[in-house]
T-cell receptor
């Protein structure tokens, strides 16, 4: 079983649409990261959230950490083809670091 | 910017060969990690190291060993490669922090290993 479950697993949308990706767990995390990975490349860190309820914005991307620090969401406004990739959440708890199952996003021009 | 480099982007080896994958980071990070990534299975931790000459098994260490002789370099060794070790291998590093740590990991570009 995965400690961090992401949904949806796959998402294909038209350019200009909005979308939300979810990262859920029953565990509490001291910090949570979101990464984007393009095909054939390593994951690239997008953001870290550490405080329950925290919201961070990165251009058209909005990240939220749940109040209880068990879940997070990533919202993309007006998606562009350059947003295509695998989105991974990762949580840190104790001495452990866990990756989510990933959401594969395709934005069609 | 943190830079993590891996010795090869693509590698093709034969069953039974000894394979070395090297990873170098230039930001003086204490922690280094080796993962493999497979479709449907996500990222799985093979080994990690929190200091020179120190190593800890991850979730799937069988068939692998590691070496960390210098702080900036972390090597993954496949003693006798098998076809089920065909995968994307990712190296990462992070700063050692305490307390309510950010623990951000920085990844290399990956090595796609094919074992025939």
């Amino acid at each position: 079983t995965q400690l961090l479950e992401q949904s949806p697993q796959f998402l294909s949308i038209q350019e200009g649409e909005n979308l939300t990706v979810y990262c859920n767990s029953s565990s509490v995390f001291s910090s949570l990261q979101w990464y984007r990975q393009e095909p054939g490349e390593g994951p690239v860190l997008l953001v870290t959230v550490v405080t329950g309820g925290e919201v961070k914005k990165l251009k058209r991307l909005t990240f939220q950490f749940g109040d209880a620090r068990k879940d997070s969401s990533l919202h993309i406004t007006a998606a562009q083809p350059g947003d295509t990739g695998l989105y991974l959440c990762a949580g840190h708890t104790g001495n452990q670091f866990y990756f989510g199952t990933g959401t594969s996003l395709t934005v069609i021009p | 910017d943190v830079k993590v480099t891996q010795s090869s982007r693509y590698l093709v080896k034969r069953t039974g060969e000894k394979v070395f994958l090297e990873c170098v980071q230039d930001m003086d990070h204490e922690n280094m990690f080796w993962y493999r990534q497979d479709p449907g299975l996500g990222l799985r931790l093979i080994y990690f190291s929190y200091d020179v000459k120190m190593k800890e098994k991850g979730d799937i260490p069988e068939g692998y060993s590691v070496s960390r002789e210098k702080k900036e370099r972390f090597s993954l060794i496949l003693e006798s490669a098998s076809t089920n070790q065909t995968s994307m291998y990712l190296c990462a590093s992070s700063l050692e922090t305490s307390g309510r740590a950010r623990n951000e990991q920085f990844f290399g570009p990956g090595t796609r290993l094919t074992v025939l």
